[in-house]
């Protein structure tokens, strides 16, 4: 093997070995963003995100932990009748929708959704 194809191995195998580095830290930023946001939804994780933004004094936090756990209750009650409603759309939607669909094109609606709910 010439040192010109040597070359080109090394820097193609540094290519590859790059974009495989960068896909997977991308997918790992991602997975932790999202992750994040999921815990915002819940009572604690938003109570906890805000006492560490507002950095309340000890005076503070006895009223202001207070006043976050109602605030992140509230918010998961929120949450939750969203996520109660928009299932009941989505299923009116597909109840109009299935005379008009054949049965393939109503299958792969549903593939799609089921796949939408896993996220």
Known sequence: MNAKTKSGLVLLTTLVAGLLIGALATSAVMQYRLDHLRSLRRTQGFSEWMHTVIVPTDAQHEEVQRILESTGTELTTYYDSVRVQRRAIVDTMR???RPILTP????????ALSNGRRR
């Open 104 to 111: 393939a094109q109503y299958q792969e609606m549903e593939e």
């Open 95 to 97: 109840a109009r929708l």
